[in-house]
């Protein structure tokens, strides 16, 4: 508890009776001091004294700053002092004191400048990593997520991007945040939450580093971690930032980091639907068509090369599956030996034994992308995988999956969905069945070869009893669906 507040100044009549209901809010708020409500409203708390005091009407910086402080409704409030500041004529914007500056030992090296004068400037931070420059294609896609973060409302409703691993969300999300650039001048934010990347950190953590990057000196950053995320959402609120979350693995990674922001775009990357968000529009990628693969070839390697071998090219990007990783990764190589033909390397890719093998450059394969999510998996999941590379079919199906592993389709379907989440797997265009991609299947048919891998799923049933399974599910089911006159 601080000191003992003085009398108001009844003298200002309407102005005395806003300072009153402003006192009332913070005594509702468990009467914190004017110091401690100073390291959330980051005014100093001589400022937030006087706003109580009815000498004056405070300015509406300072009274939005002392309400969510307070854990007040900000847009009745400023209605309120809209009308005050009409009768009274007051509301002049004077230049009002910021919370104190820390000492230059304490100035974070990221952005946070204190002035002489004690005026703390928030940062604007620019944290996105670098995009591609040989991005292609997505204009639809881009079309529909601009349009989306465009649309008028109260609030800016969190976008999440999805898709199978190596799909290229993050740079999708990167081009994005280009395009929209304009409409958050205040900066962007950004943080890896994959497992590869800083996803060990907790929430809390990286609002910290936020907060920090944002310009808020550290004594001012509050120690309790509902309070700290509490000022994140106030300055996410009170500014307009791009904030970009990658690699998100389930709902309760980003939950705390969103927040009622009017002007702020929250844009998340997953692999996963996390269909337990609400709230929130969506946008999930395919693959590219093959035309962009492509043009991403021709960008990397050279239009004229792609011209001159376009029937070799065009096989090469069936083989990578259209997938904007594998693509990419080939037209770098081609793009490193101008003195091979596109022909030879579409020989290489064509060994399906050694296809995960040739999907690799410098530290970026696509080996260790499927692999990273395929640990992840439970071992039932993993089996299911290892059913894509025996079959080697281009799709699957729940009722194929459950005679194959001598489980209810039930289980079969919650098994393809969750490898769906695990970005291994995507729906196809019929019914009831699930896509399995060219890469998928080498690399599940890569597992299967692999003793260790085989040991680590569930042991399969009896091949009598699977086949038995197999029959009877395809002769009463199968056959029902569009095309399904042999199983993946």
């Known amino acids: 508890m601080g000191r003992p507040e003085r009398p108001l100044d009844g003298s200002t009549g309407p102005i005395a009776a806003f300072a009153h209901d402003l006192r009332v809010l913070r005594n509702r708020a468990g009467n914190p001091s004017y110091r401690e409500l100073a390291r959330t409203a980051l005014f100093a708390p001589s400022v937030l004294s006087s706003a109580a005091s009815g000498h004056r009407l405070p300015t509406l910086a300072v009274t939005l700053a002392f309400v969510s402080a307070c854990g007040g409704d900000r847009a009745a409030w400023e209605r309120r002092w809209r009308s005050l500041a009409g009768q009274t004529g007051g509301g002049t914007e004077v230049r009002e004191e910021r919370a104190p500056a820390p000492a230059q030992a304490e100035i974070p090296a990221d952005g946070a400048h204190a002035l002489a004068s004690g005026v703390i400037h928030l940062a604007r931070p620019a944290q996105l990593p670098m995009g591609s420059r040989t991005f292609v294609g997505r204009e639809g896609d881009l079309a529909e997520a601009a349009e989306m973060i465009g649309a008028s409302g109260p609030i800016k409703v969190p976008l999440l991007v999805s898709g199978p691993i190596g799909v290229g969300k993050t740079a999708f999300a990167l081009r994005l945040a280009e395009e929209v650039a304009a409409d958050f001048p205040d900066g962007q934010l950004y943080a890896d939450l994959s497992n590869s990347g800083t996803g060990g950190r907790s929430a809390n953590g990286i609002v910290r580093g936020f907060l920090r990057a944002l310009g808020v000196p550290a004594h001012l950053v509050p120690d309790d971690p509902m309070q700290r995320i509490g000022l994140y959402r106030s300055l996410l609120a009170e500014r307009r930032l791009f904030v970009l979350l990658a690699g998100v693995s389930d709902e309760g990674q980003v939950r705390p980091l969103l927040g009622q922001a009017p002007h702020s775009q929250v844009v998340v990357t997953s692999r996963a639907r996390l269909l337990g968000l609400e709230d929130t529009n969506r946008v999930e990628l395919d693959t590219f068509s093959r035309k962009e693969s492509l043009a991403l070839i021709g960008r990397i390697a050279g239009p004229g090369r792609v011209r001159a071998e ?15 990783l594998a693509v990419n990764i080939v037209g770098r190589k081609i793009a490193a030996r101008p003195e091979w033909a596109i022909a030879y390397t579409a020989g290489q890719l064509a060994d399906r034994e ?22 992840h998996l439970s071992p039932a999941e993993r089996e299911a995988i290892h059913h894509f590379g025996q079959s080697g079919a281009g799709w699957t199906t729940s009722i194929g999956v459950a005679a194959a592993m001598g489980i209810m389709i039930e289980t079969a379907d919650e098994l393809l969905e969750s490898v769906v989440d695990a970005g291994l797997l995507q729906r196809a265009n019929v019914a009831g069945r699930y896509a399995v991609s060219r890469l998928v299947s080498a690399f599940a048919a890569e597992r299967q070869r692999d003793p260790d891998s085989v040991a680590a799923a569930v042991p399969m049933v009896g091949r009598r009893a699977r086949k038995n399974a197999f029959e009877s599910l395809r002769h009463d089911a199968v056959r029902t669906l569009p095309g399904s006159s042999s199983e993946g």
């Open 310 to 324: 376009h029937d070799a090219t065009d096989s090469i990007a069936e083989l990578c599956g259209d997938l904007p």
């Open 354 to 375: 050694r296809l995960m093998d040739s999907l690799s450059v410098g530290d970026v394969n696509v080996r260790d992308r499927f692999t990273a999510a395929y640990e």
